[in-house]
Antibody, heavy 117, light 110 residues
Framework: EVHLVESGGGLLQPGGSLRLSCAAS????????MNWVRQAPGKGLEWVAV????????SYAGSVKGRFSVFRDNAENSLYLQLDMVSPEDTGVYFC??????????WGPGTMVTVAS | QSVLTQPSSLSGTPGQRVSMSCSGS????????VHWYQHFPGTAPKLLIS???QRPSGVPDRFSGFKSGTSASLVISGLQSEDESQYYC???????????FGGGTKLTVL
């Protein structure tokens, strides 16, 4: 059974850094493109970043480009999102999602990030 | 402001047929497949319709998707109370080199 579980969320101050993790199991992790999607309180879903199966190709939403970094460790079946220079607008639930030709077919339950002074 | 435009809310009564729209442009819906997600607050979003009109295993056949040009729609036939949720459309955008979501439609079953 496919499982995705995010961790690493918490409270941090504006300008701070945080690393989110997504542990994957139940499927060949190294065969799938992975994404991060977030949802700010009271807002809709916002795509954040994508990384291909090998980790060599990445792309970011304009709102996070230059501040966030996505990477993966296929040996550890893990996906990561490094958040730097955060602002209150980065507050929200962060989901990792597996991408297949059909879209985002599996999602984790999410981890909450709160940026506040 | 979302790249894909969805009505913010929609309502219907049990048994009714409802349709929600998703409007995009030539760089996203016009060129790429549209996917629809159902999201209950506090849970993981669920893929409801993939590749414009495909239902993943386990999704009731009362859900259907359509795409034409730069627009798409999600239709729910025979609305049920458990369908009350938030619905999002999404597509890859070639200009932005990333995924774009609609702002979401909150469906209320009266």
């Amino acid at each position: 059974e496919v499982h995705l579980v995010e961790s690493g969320g918490g409270l941090l101050q504006p300008g701070g850094s945080l690393r989110l993790s997504c542990a994957a199991s139940g499927f060949p992790f190294n065969a799938y493109t992975m994404n991060w999607v977030r949802q700010a309180p009271g807002k809709g879903l916002e795509w954040v970043a994508v990384i291909d199966s090998s980790g060599t190709s990445v792309s970011y939403a304009g709102s996070v480009k230059g501040r966030f970094s996505v990477f993966r460790d296929n040996a550890e079946n893990s996906l990561y999102l490094q958040l730097d220079m955060v602002s209150p607008e980065d507050t929200g639930v962060y989901f990792c999602a597996r991408e297949w030709h059909v879209g985002f077919d599996y999602w984790g339950p999410g981890t909450m990030v709160t940026v506040a002074s | 402001q979302s790249v894909l435009t969805q009505p913010s809310s929609l309502s219907g009564t049990p048994g009714q047929r409802v349709s929600m729209s998703c409007s995009g442009s030539s760089s996203n819906i016009g060129k790429n497949s549209v996917h629809w997600y159902q999201h209950f607050p506090g849970t993981a979003p669920k893929l409801l319709i993939s590749t414009n009109n495909q239902r993943p295993s386990g999704v009731p056949d009362r859900f259907s998707g359509f795409k034409s040009g730069t627009s798409a729609s999600l239709v729910i036939s025979g609305l049920q109370s458990e369908d009350e949720s938030q619905y999002y459309c999404a597509a890859w955008d070639d200009n932005l080199n990333g995924w774009v979501f609609g702002g979401g439609t909150k469906l209320t079953v009266l």
